[in-house]
């Protein structure tokens, strides 16, 4: 899949996903525990820095590999949360904005390259 269209997929993932930390409580990393919707954006976040943490350094794949981001594919399991959103009826404006307002620090240390493209259509989203 070619890498911008492989960004969107993600940012559709970590809309959904979001990211907000609850107080006083666990961190939910597993959409399938969260609970209410910002639980919900909370696991989006543990996705979103886990998929960060794989992607940082690493260089565009111009080397028409298969799927050179396989590995971040399986972290990101957007059915899961697409799932558990409706169950918890989890609107997407509201995912959307909650997501927003947590994402704001993720980009700070990234560098140039696949992680830095897949936060650039998650900020545009949120202007």
Do not use: N
Not at 7 to 23: E, F, K, N, R
Not at 51 to 78: N, Q
């Amino acid at each position: 899949m070619a890498p911008r269209r492989w960004t969107a997929t993600l940012l559709v993932g970590i809309l959904v996903a979001g990211g907000v930390s609850s107080c006083g409580s666990d961190r939910v990393t597993d959409p399938e525990r969260a609970t209410t919707c910002a639980e919900l954006v909370e696991a989006g976040r543990a996705v979103a820095e886990a998929v960060l943490e794989r992607l940082d350094g690493r260089e565009v794949d111009a080397s028409g590999a298969v799927d050179p981001y396989a590995d971040v594919r399986r972290l990101i399991r957007t059915v899961a949360f697409d799932r558990r959103a409706g169950e918890l009826g989890c609107g997407e404006d509201d995912l959307r904005r909650r997501a927003c307002a947590a994402y704001r620090g993720l980009a700070a240390d990234v560098d140039e390259g696949p992680a830095r493209e897949f936060l650039a259509p998650y900020f545009a989203a949120c202007d």
